[in-house]
């Protein structure tokens, strides 16, 4: 579990911190210009692989460890409230644009 929290951490912070970066869904990979991409390897060479690979599993972890995601889901499954998330719940959580 570490190891898919280190890896989905540091692929989060191409989003986070990184202008002129993108993810998209349906490749499953992360999106910028050749020059951004340039750029950000020169200072983070470690993290090439997020430019040549595919990560299937982004989505995924990104329900488990984006923290706004987990607070959002304690607030719906909190004590008072035991009943189960649908799974359209779950994919309307995880792209609120689809509301």
Not at 46 to 75: A, S, V
Request: proline share 2%; with cysteine; net charge positive.
């Amino acid at each position: 579990m570490k190891i898919l929290k280190t890896k989905y951490l540091n692929a989060a912070e191409l989003l986070r911190f990184s202008s002129g970066f993108g993810w998209d869904s349906t490749t499953k990979r992360f999106t910028a210009s050749k020059e951004v991409w340039a750029e950000y390897l020169k200072a983070h060479p470690k993290f090439k692989r997020f430019r040549d690979e595919t990560f299937e599993e982004f989505d995924d972890l990104k329900l488990i460890f984006d923290k706004k995601l987990c607070n959002l889901l304690r607030e719906k499954t909190s004590l008072t409230d035991t009943r189960y998330i649908s799974l359209e719940e779950m994919i309307l959580l995880r792209d609120p644009s689809l509301l």
